[in-house]
């Protein structure tokens, strides 16, 4: 590899871009099944084809190539599988859109075409996002990219389907789904957007049938439907309405009676009248009930969401409210009903009502209910055992708090709609026979479209296999009619664990590499996707997809504010990336990776994460200086005792980033890394060995700048998954073996270097600096000015540690000092400050201003006070208790503890400068 000079300053920008491109090229990231090691694998969740990074997806690959970075250089045989989702909707609009500004539309090209000019954009535009991972730093074995329709994927989705429906686990019915009447396509409930708005509701009285003068009053807030009510419900155990049971009201504006039924479920007897309309054709509560009580359906819309006229009819609807109302828009034929009611005297009240209206997530147009023949996939029977592998702990969620929310949607879990009626997906395989199904099929036109819509209704009996069918079973002839629907884009994404790896084949890849290790995902496709790979993973493969859920948290604003266009607050990853490199964005997002907490990020923090790298930059620079050859470790003996100290604490922090790790806390990892490098590697370490570095004669420069390098070269092995690009860069101008740190071994910790004695004489500079420090400031020296101090400790053993690190206080102390026992040490003109044992003295020269010193005390003590005072207002608050983490409690009630403690110090310091003055 390159070795070029070390630059002078850290630039992100040049130091990014060195390393990517070389990294993939001598496939430092391609897997093999043959490698030696464990297998640890994850299936990146594939991003749309339309997609561009957003900050979510910062996170969440950033995550995943920490945890496959660290695998790697654990040894482990590592595959980072990629690839990419075709997203039927979203990129079929994209395509719409563009030829809409050609003047043309996907109609008039006819599917065929349609198809291949989707191909020919995802060939142009699509995957910019591969691109934009590989900025990232995302250590995907690229060579294996997938895309949910390319050849393989397509094979296993026909497979699926197939054996699905051999095993009477794939239906067609006729059911109620979300329907965009302007994308004229199914959605899932994930693509339907609920709105608060403000609407109306209507009290309408229907007359019962043996005694008209008496009303049943029932509210809606969609009066039109009311056209297609099938019955009314009252609940069973009510006093008021127990007697009407199977009773019928006449139902207004058509020539239609309908019964009245008793239903527990559908109706709380508390809210309104406790009457409520059933309209099974328009309503998804309303459809079940239906069910229970054997109710017709009787559609009144058509599939743009108009009032339609032969619906209207067959539901007996009057014919001039029918000629009123036919073929418009639903919110132009509600006020003509509220008025053909009012006329009648049936219209009792319109009231204001807030409620939930439900658009779709691609173009806004209100969803509706809407009744059509779909495919469905039974799923109780590929529930169960997907339940049961969480529920006995052989897939873990992680955090563990989501896994009652998992169980609890899983037992609640209806049938899934897996047809969508739009071009771009997975065409599903069943054809029927023109002969057998001709009265089955509508070929309807529109106004907008040339080539006619294809309807195949309810009934129609489908032929399903792999390849058309020849000839028909039934009637032996040969026209077929292939069903227009394509599947829904989570079918295809719910095999992604074993699709991707080659099934149906046997491949070693998937012998190999299934079960996946971990999935990393956000919480809002747990059920969407999650799900759907544990179910058809076990169904398929008979394993689970994966061993580890971990669900990262969402990303918002400073202000924990959901990340908007409109709002105007996104932190865009690329701009960041830009502006304060990627190091830094991913140092930032795995600090903030605290389980189950969102992320309220701001860009101050990416740039104090930039400030972290430049400090280590400017650490290897100057520890670059010292570099004189490599030679054998030396044992821990033989070296100074800062040597013997860092290599403690180095110990300590490959110990928890790597347990940290392992428990999925990325926060505590990198805030360990952090503090180790920030405050003991660069602020105390390079500090008290810079005297020995500096004299070149000195006994201990060998073993000291051996030291030196070995621990920054551990380090950056330690931090490369985490900032992969700044540790590359600097690890090569270490003396190294090997081609480059992403094949190097994941530091492991010696207990050798644990030294329970260095520590403690560790704590003891540590604290006699401390006031020192503390002095220092009280009194106003300069940084740089040299003072004479006295240390001495109560107890014997502390007192010789004293002696041994006198050197240290020297150095780190800037003055002379003495360590003799407090009883010898001058009485006037010297501040005393006494921790726990430990006494510090320094003296106070003649042109000390003491008051000014005592003002200086006042203000920090009242300012310490007022600290407390919070800490302790909120320790005392049962609310805050009750809801922070254990930890966020043990930190606060440590720093209060932290600040008594200085309170007192100062105290102390204020009595005696009291005295000195005569005050
Ligand atoms: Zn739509
Ligand atoms: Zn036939």
């Known amino acids: 590899m390159t070795n070029p000079p070390l630059d002078k300053t850290y630039d992100p920008k040049v130091v990014e871009s060195r390393w990517y491109q070389l990294w993939d090229q001598r496939g430092f990231f391609h897997a093999s099944p043959t490698h030696p090691g464990q297998p640890y694998c994850i299936v990146i969740p594939p991003p749309n084809v339309t997609g561009s990074l957003h900050v979510g997806h910062a996170l969440n690959n950033s995550i995943q190539d920490i945890l496959i970075r660290w695998r790697r250089m654990q040894g482990r045989n ?51 996002i591969i691109q934009q991972l590989k900025r990232l730093g995302a250590s995907c074995d690229w060579a294996r990219l997938r895309f949910t329709m390319d050849e393989g994927l397509s094979k296993a989705v026909l497979e699926v389907f197939v ?47 043996h005694d008209p003068a008496t009303h049943l009053t029932v509210a809606t807030t969609r009066p039109e439907t009311m056209l297609g009510d099938t019955a009314v419900a009252v609940h069973p155990e009510d006093t008021r309405y127990r007697h009407l049971i199977g009773k019928r009201v006449g139902l207004p504006l058509t020539n239609r009676t309908i019964p009245i039924v008793g239903d527990s479920i559908l109706v709380d007897r508390h809210f309104g009248t406790g009457a409520v309309k059933i309209t099974p054709a328009h309503d998804f509560n309303d459809f079940e009930a239906g ?87 039974k799923i109780k029977p590929l529930a169960e055992p997907a339940i049961k592998v969480v529920e006995d702990g052989r897939i873990r969620i992680i955090p563990e708090g989501w896994t009652n929310n998992y169980l609890g949607w899983m037992r609640e879990i209806k049938d899934w709609c897996i047809s969508r009626q739009i071009w771009w997906g997975h065409q599903i395989p069943a054809w ?3 002969t057998c199904n001709e009265k089955l099929f509508i070929e309807k036109k529109t106004s907008t479209s040339s080539s006619p819509r294809l309807t195949i209704l309810q009934g129609a009996k489908p032929i399903v296999g792999k390849n058309a069918p020849t000839s028909c079973p039934a009637c032996g002839r040969q026209e077929f009619i292939r069903d227009p629907d394509v599947l829904d884009t989570w079918f295809s994404s719910g095999l992604w664990p074993f699709s991707t790896l080659g099934w149906p084949e046997q491949t070693s890849e998937l012998k190999t590499y299934y079960p996946t290790s971990t999935l990393v995902t956000g919480l809002d496709i747990l059920f969407f996707w999650v799900a759907r790979m544990i179910m058809l993973g076990l169904k398929f493969m008979g394993e689970v997809p994966f061993r580890d859920v971990y669900i990262h948290a969402l990303v918002r604003d400073a202000e924990g504010q959901k990340m908007s266009k409109s709002k105007g607050n996104v932190i865009d990853p ?53 570099v004189d050859g490599s030679r054998a470790p030396l044992p821990p003996a033989e070296r100074t005792f800062p ?35 920030w405050h003991e590697y660069c602020d105390w370490y390079l500090e008290l060995i810079k005297p020995v570095l500096q004299d070149a004669a000195h006994p201990d420069g060998p073993s000291t700048r051996h030291t030196l390098i ?137 042109d000390v201003d003491v008051k000014k010193a005592l003002d200086r005390i006042v203000k920090q003590r009242s300012e310490q006070a007022k600290e407390i005072e919070r800490l302790d207002s909120k320790l005392r608050n049962s609310d805050f208790v009750a809801k922070a983490p254990p930890e966020v409690i043990a930190d606060h009630q440590e720093r209060v503890r932290k600040l008594q403690h200085d309170q007192a110090v100062l105290a102390s310091s204020e009595k005696q400068l009291r005295t000195m003055s005569g005050a």
């Open 163 to 209: 054996r699905l429906y051999e095993d009477n686990l794939i239906y067609r019915g006729e059911r109620l789904i979300n329907w965009c009447p302007r994308c004229l396509t199914a959605l899932s409930d994930i693509e339907v957007e609920h709105e608060e708005i403000k609407g109306k509701l209507h009290s309408i009285q229907y007359p019962l049938e």
């Open 574 to 626: 690329l701009h960041v990336m830009e502006e304060f490199g990627t190091d830094a964005l991913r140092f930032t997002l795995a600090s903030m990776a605290s389980p189950g907490r969102d992320l309220k990020l701001a860009e101050e923090r990416i740039e104090g994460y930039r400030n972290f790298a430049n400090k280590i930059w400017n650490a290897a620079r100057f520890s670059l200086m010292y």
């Open 78 to 128: 590592v595959l980072w599988m990629p690839g990419m989702d075709h997203a039927g909707i979203a990129t079929q609009n994209v395509v719409e859109r563009q030829l809409v500004a050609e003047g043309t539309s996907r109609e008039q090209l006819g599917r065929e075409k349609f198809i291949g000019r989707v191909w020919a954009w995802k060939a142009q535009f699509g995957g910019i």
């Open 291 to 377: 069910e229970r009580h054997h109710l017709p359906r009787l559609p009144i819309l058509d599939h743009q969401g108009l009032l339609d006229r032969a619906g209207l009819q067959a539901a007996g609807v009057e014919a001039a409210v029918i000629d009123a109302i036919a073929t418009l828009p639903v919110m132009k034929a509600r006020p003509k009903i509220e008025q053909a009611l009012k006329e009648r005297g049936l219209l009792v009240k319109v009231e204001d009502h807030k409620m939930a209206l439900g658009k779709c997530y691609r173009c806004k147009t209100v969803v509706e209910p809407y009744l059509s023949p779909q495919w469905f996939v």
């Open 432 to 434: 029927y026979c023109r």
């Open 710 to 846: 070995e621990t920054l070269e551990i380090t950056l092995r330690l931090l490369h998954p985490f900032m992969p690009f700044i540790t590359e860069d600097m690890w090569q101008h270490l003396p190294h073996q090997g081609e480059s740190i992403v094949l190097q071994p994941y530091p492991t910790a010696d207990a050798a270097w644990i030294n329970v004695e260095t520590a403690q004489s560790f704590e003891l500079l540590e604290e006699a600096i401390a006031l020192v420090r503390t002095a220092r400031v009280l009194l106003n020296y300069t940084p740089g000015q040299q003072i004479q101090f006295y240390v001495s400790h109560e107890e014997p053993k502390r007192k010789q540690q004293l002696t041994h690190l006198s050197n240290y206080l020297v150095h780190l102390g800037r003055g002379t000092a003495e360590l003799a026992p407090t009883a010898q040490w001058p009485t006037a003109q010297l501040l005393r400050l006494v921790s726990e044992g430990l006494s510090v003295g320094v003296a106070v020269a003649d």
């Open 643 to 677: 040597d013997r100290w860092i290599l403690g604490r180095l110990y300590r922090t490959i110990t928890s980033v790597t347990a940290e790790l392992e428990a999925y806390r990325f926060d505590r990892a990198a805030n360990a890394l952090y503090h180790f490098i």
